[in-house]
């Protein structure tokens, strides 16, 4: 799926995460993640952040993000 506005086909397919902001989850990710495990810097951390926002907000790249949904349903003849 497409993160930017760019690519009607994607949009007409999946209209309501076409425009999601994926910006939200970078700094959490990036904290936990790069900061925790690999031992960066809260600065270090800062500054990949900006980079990597700056990145996921150019219009001129065309990023894709794959996404895998589940969907399941409890049968019914089950016991709560």
């Known amino acids: ?9 994607c949009l007409a397919r999946v209209p309501d ?3 999601a902001d994926q910006t939200p989850g ?4 990036t904290f936990g ?8 810097s ?6 990949l952040n900006a980079k990597v926002l700056a990145e996921v907000r150019d219009k001129s790249l065309h990023m894709y993000i794959r996404f895998y949904f589940v ?5 019914e003849n ?3």
Do not use: T
Request: glycine share 10%.
């Open 1 to 9: 799926m497409s993160a930017s506005k760019w690519h009607k086909v």
């Open 17 to 19: 995460q076409g425009n």
């Open 26 to 29: 970078v700094e959490p990710y």
């Open 33 to 40: 993640f790069i900061g925790k495990i690999l031992g960066w």
């Open 42 to 47: 809260a600065e270090e951390c800062k500054v």
């Open 71 to 75: 969907h399941g349903r409890k049968p």
């Open 78 to 80: 089950a016991v709560d």
